[in-house]
């Protein structure tokens, strides 16, 4: 089944304490990005990576790293967690950004305390 | 003003009836339009996808876009109560997508 594949589903955290959440896809995609939800804001990108050693910064990169040392795997890190991190997280990928469409994984909803 | 308006609801209509859902955006330059569908506890997932204007059947759902007034439309027929969800707009160019915040839809039986 073509699936983005995302993991933990549900992280609490304290605040600094290093953690990372990851992403894999099993769609031969070239392009993968990050989003975090927040009600009424929407779906905001975090980081974007076009292909393999190739990322670039959202709308929303502060306090998030990401890489792409293989084509099918994203992490997304927090060095430093804080709680205006808490919120719900998506991976998604596409054959190429902006078009045809994205894929997303399920989502991990992290809560940092 | 944000790039991409979607009136957030809640919206609840009895089953059978048929429903709209709309978005109002501010960049003219963008030339595709996606609609998802997003169930709680998940992530968004593709229902619609459109190139510029003019609308798309698929099934119980039409997706309309009218590119000189900046307004995208989900319609669905004979609405059911599977499909109460989130509905997220999004449109693209030139490697940028822009997501609604969503309309939170219950379809009540």
């Known amino acids: 089944e073509a699936q983005v594949t995302q993991n933990p589903r549900y992280l609490i955290t304290v605040t600094g304490k290093k953690l990372t959440v990851t992403c894999s896809q099993n769609?031969?995609?070239?392009?993968m990005s990050w989003y975090r939800q927040d009600p009424g804001l929407g779906l905001r990108q975090i980081y974007y990576?076009?292909?393999?050693?190739?990322?670039d910064k959202g709308d929303v990169p502060e306090g998030y790293k990401v890489s792409r040392k293989e084509k099918r795997n994203f992490p997304l890190i927090l060095e430093s967690p804080s709680p205006n991190q808490t919120s719900l997280y998506f991976c998604?990928?596409?054959?190429?950004?902006?078009?045809?469409?994205?894929?997303f994984g399920s989502g991990t909803r992290l809560t940092v305390v | 003003q944000k790039e991409v308006e979607q009136d957030p609801g809640p919206l609840s209509v009895p089953e059978g009836a048929i429903v709209s859902l709309n978005c109002t955006y501010s960049?003219?330059?963008?030339?595709?339009f996606m609609w998802y569908r997003q169930y709680s506890r998940k992530g968004p997932e593709l229902l619609m996808y459109?190139?510029?204007?003019g609308n798309k059947e698929d099934g119980r759902f039409t997706a309309q876009v009218d590119k000189s007034s900046k307004y995208i439309s989900l319609f669905i027929r004979d609405s059911q109560p599977s499909d109460s969800a989130t509905y997220l707009c999004?449109?693209?160019?030139?490697?940028?997508?822009?997501f609604g915040a969503g309309t939170r839809l219950t379809v009540k039986p």
């Open positions: 990576s076009m292909n393999v050693e190739v990322t």
């Open positions: 960049n003219s330059a963008f030339q595709y």
């Open positions: 769609m031969n995609h070239e392009y």
């Open positions: 998604a990928s596409s054959f190429a950004q902006g078009l045809g469409g994205y894929t």
């Open positions: 459109t190139y510029s204007s």
């Open positions: 999004a449109m693209s160019w030139n490697n940028d997508m822009r």
